[in-house]
C-alpha cells in the first residue's frame, strides 16, 4: 500500500514538533561529569533533552554528549578504549560488540543492575547482544525493517505513480518473475527525459537514478540475500559470500550498476563518494533502500513530497533485518557508580522516551515505543512499512561476529572491484571471503 510521506512545507514543521534545542548537561556544580558516545546527530538532540532530565534529578552528575561520525566511530572508539581514554558509556552495534565483551572492556549488564531490567526492553535486541551468559549493553535503539523511501516528483518526471511500487518483486534469473528492474529502468532518465529502457537512453548522462544498489549491508546486501533464500555468515560467524542463493543476490546487484544501468556508479558507496542518502535529498535518486534512522533526515531536509512504500519481495518472500543498538559501560571508566545510575536511566521507559517522543529512532525500551508512533503519525508519516515487512516474514540475522571490522576490512578491496564491475562476480565473492574468513 503507498505510505504518504511529507511534503516539502509539512518537513518544515518538524521543528516545532521536536520542540528542543539542545540544553546544557549539567549546571557547571556538579562532582563529577561522564561522557556519552553515539554516531547519530539527530539522536544525540534527543540525548541531550534525555540527560538534562537526568541530572536535574542527579545533581551531582553532568553528562557530556559526543559525537563521532559514523565513518571514523569504530576505529575512534577502539584506540580509545585502547588508550584508557574512552568514553564512559558508549554505543556499540551487533558487529562490534564481541570484541568488547571477549576482551572484557565493557561491563555485563548483570554488573550494573541490582535486579533483573530486560523484561522492560525489546527481546529481539537482548537477542542480539548475549554472550558467554551475560548481557553486554543496555538496549537503546533498535531498526524496522527496509523499507522503499520514493521521492514523489521523481516519480511524476518518470511518468510512475506511487501505488506502482507496491507488490514489487525481483528475481536473479526469471525476467517474467521480476517487476522490479523495470520500474527502475522506467525511473532511470538520462538529461533528454530518455529513460533506462530507451534504445537511444544514455549513461553517461543521468540525471535521475532509480534506487541505490551499492555496497550497504543492512538496508541493500543482507535485504537481497535474504529475500533469495542465502545467508550471509555461518554459525561460526565467517562469511557465506560464496553460497549459490547469496551470489545470485550480488550478480543481481552487480547488474543493476554495470548492466542496467538504473543504480549509481558503485564508487558513490566507497568512502568519499556520495552516498545514496545524499542523492535522494538532491532528487537524483528516485527511490531510495533504508531504514528508520534515515526518517529524520529526510523529514527534515527533503524538499519535495515524499513517502514509504514496502520492500520488494524476492523467490523467498520479503525478508529484512531489525539490528539494534546498546549503550555499554566501559570496564576501565573512572566513575562505575555514577554510570549505573546514568544507565539505569537510559534504559528505564522515561529515559528511552526522549529518543521516541522526538522521532530520532525506534526505541528499544518497550514502553517508549508508543511516543515514537505518536510523533510520526503527528508529523503525517506512516512509518507501517517499516514494521509490516517483519509480520509474519522470515528474517535474517544481522551481521555479527568475534573480530567482524577485520574481516570487513580484508573483503572489502575486492567487493570494491565487484560492485565496480572490475572483476567477475564468483571470483570475487570467492576472493573477498577467503580474505574475510582468515581473521576469523
Known amino acids: 500500500m ?84 574512552g568514553p564512559d558509556v558508549f554505543w556499540l552495534n551487533g558487529s562490534y560488540y564481541e570484541d568488547y565483551a571477549d576482551n572484557r572492556l565493557v561491563r555485563p549488564v548483570s554488573d550494573l543492575f541490582d535486579h533483573d531490567p530486560t523484561g522492560a526492553w525489546s527481546p529481539q535486541v537482548i537477542s542480539q547482544y548475549v554472550k558467554h551468559g551475560e548481557m553486554w549493553g543496555v538496549p537503546q535503539v533498535m531498526d524496522g525493517g527496509t523499507a522503499l523511501y520514493y521521492n514523489a516528483d521523481a516519480l511524476a518526471r518518470a511518468g510512475v505513480t506511487p501505488g ?24 532511470t532518465l538520462d538529461e533528454q527525459g530518455r529513460n533506462a529502457a530507451d534504445p537511444d537512453f544514455d549513461p553517461s548522462s543521468v540525471q535521475q537514478w532509480g534506487l541505490n544498489a551499492g555496497q550497504e549491508l543492512q538496508n541493500v546486501e543482507l535485504n537481497f540475500i535474504g529475500s533469495n533464500g542465502g545467508r550471509y555468515q555461518d554459525d561460526a560467524g565467517r562469511l557465506t559470500l560464496t553460497d549459490p542463493a547469496t551470489l545470485e543476490a550480488y550478480d543481481y546487484l552487480v547488474r543493476l550498476i554495470n548492466e542496467h544501468r538504473v543504480a549509481p556508479p558503485a564508487a558513490e558507496s566507497n568512502p568519499g563518494g556520495e552516498g545514496p542518502r545524499e542523492r535522494f535529498l538532491d532528487g537524483s535518486l528516485a527511490v531510495y533502500l533504508s531504514g528508520t534512522y534515515s526518517l529524520a533526515q529526510v523529514a527534515g531536509e527533503a524538499s519535495f513530497e515524499w513517502g514509504i512504500a514496502e520492500l520488494p519481495a524476492g523467490p523467498a518472500g520479503q525478508v529484512t533485518t531489525t539490528p539494534g543498538v546498546v549503550a555499554a559501560a566501559n570496564a576501565a571508566g573512572e566513575h562505575p557508580d555514577e554510570t549505573e545510575r546514568l544507565l539505569a536511566w537510559l534504559g528505564s521507559p522515561e529515559g528511552n522516551e526522549y529518543l521516541a517522543s522526538a522521532g530520532a529512532a525506534v526505541p528499544a525500551v518497550t514502553g517508549a515505543r508508543a511516543a515514537y508512533d505518536a510523533y510520526w503519525s503527528q508529523a503525517g508519516v506512516d512509518v507501517s512499512p517499516f514494521f509490516e515487512v517483519l509480520a509474519g516474514n522470515p528474517q535474517i540475522d544481522p551481521a555479527a561476529g568475534q573480530n567482524f571490522g577485520a574481516m570487513i576490512a580484508n573483503a572489502k578491496p575486492v567487493l570494491d572491484q565487484v560492485f565496480a564491475g572490475e572483476i567477475d562476480v564468483a571470483t570475487g565473492l570467492a576472493q573477498a571471503e577467503e580474505a574475510a574468513n582468515a581473521v576469523v
Open 164 to 187: 506502482e511500487l507496491d507488490g514489487l518483486t525481483w528475481h536473479p534469473t526469471d525476467p517474467g518473475r521480476d517487476s522490479l528492474l523495470p520500474l527502475l529502468q522506467r525511473l
Open 2 to 85: 503507498h505510505r504518504r510521506g511529507l511534503t516539502a512545507v509539512t518537513a518544515a514543521a518538524l521543528v516545532a514538533l521536536t520542540g528542543c534545542v539542545a540544553a546544557d548537561a549539567g549546571d557547571g556544580n556538579a562532582e563529577t561529569v561522564l561522557t556519552l558516545r553515539l554516531w547519530d546527530e539527530h539522536a544525540a538532540a534527543a540525548y541531550e533533552d534525555a540527560v538534562s532530565a537526568f541530572s536535574a534529578a542527579n545533581p551531582d552528575i553532568a553528562v557530556e554528549v559526543d559525537v563521532v561520525a559514523w565513518d571514523e566511530y569504530f576505529v575512534a572508539l577502539r584506540d580509545d578504549v585502547a588508550s584508557g581514554s
